[in-house]
């Protein structure tokens, strides 16, 4: 026979917390501001004042990135120290973001950089060989991420720098060239009291301009291998401080550079020349087609047809799946 139920036999389970739940987070309206510096394997190198403190991501910044040259709002143990850790409660809004995607086809955008100014677009003149579709792919993040592109083109002592400097010369974009001994004081003078970052593949020469740029940097240097590619030297990127006022960052070399997450529109944006004829092309038009107005409308209007072409050799990059 099936025994009698009673009381002993009913189960309660008591509730998991007697507080009240709540969804306003603290203001920490006493965090002291700070601009991340580096970021090595989820630790933070935070500038505060004078001092560098290592952080740590707070819960309730949920999966949000925390990148170079954030600047951002700390709490904790403040005053530095080899045990001292600190949390970033707060990321200020952003005033550029350089962002990459592992590939074309992958819409996850991966923030490299925030608030930097100018991006230095490095190439090599030679060893290893320049290649302008990796360049182009570099200006269009700039112009989509709000950074002015400068083209700083290395090692001139091994080859000439006029074929480049004609390539990109319809796209507005300013030049400069360094060689062994020459160009870097003027390299310095246009990056004075700005933040800049260093970009490009590996091999070109980043870290030797961070070094001559910051004397006291110290970043490893290394040389191109047999196959015509550079070795990763630089592991993360990290910010240093110009002699004289500014900022420049040292990024990680790169192999390619994936555009998901630009539009035809962000890079439009970089050619307000062209903007009054886009606004005649069809709905949804990318600008490369038979439908596109822009050939009518530079014609008439007496755009430079390289002007016109330039543009479109950046659209197209977007959808190159060979950037070698």
Known sequence: MPRELDEDDVRVRPPRSTRPRTKSRPEHAGAAPGTVVTVDRGRYRVQVDDRIITAVRARELGRRAVVTGDRVALVGELGGGP?????????????????????????????????????????????????????????????????????????????????????YEPLGVEALVTGRDTGVVELQERLQHKTSVLFGQSGVGKSTLVNQLVPDAFRAVGEVTGVGKGRHISSSAIALPLPGGGTVID?????????????????????????????????GCDHLGSS????????????????????????????????E
């Open 83 to 167: 045990d001292a850790l600190a949390r970033v409660v707060r990321v200020e809004p952003r005033t550029s973001l350089l962002r990459r995607t592992p590939d074309d086809t992958d819409p996850v955008e991966r923030a490299v950089v925030a608030n930097a100014e100018v991006l230095v677009v490095v190439t090599a003149l030679a060893d290893p060989v320049p290649r302008p579709r990796l360049i182009d792919r570099c200006l269009v993040a700039a112009f989509d991420g709000g950074l002015t592109p400068l083209l700083c083109l290395t090692k001139s002592d091994l080859a000439s720098a006029e074929e480049l400097l004609a390539l």
């Open 251 to 283: 990024t990680p070399g790169v192999r390619s550079f994936g555009l998901g997450a630009v539009t035809p529109a962000g890079v439009l944006a970089a050619f307000p020349d062209l903007a009054p004829g886009a606004e005649e092309c069809p709905v």
């Open 292 to 323: 596109c107005a822009l050939d009518e409308w530079a014609a008439e209007h007496g755009t430079r047809p390289e002007r016109l072409e330039s543009f479109r050799r950046l659209l197209r990059s977007r959808d190159a799946t060979d950037v």
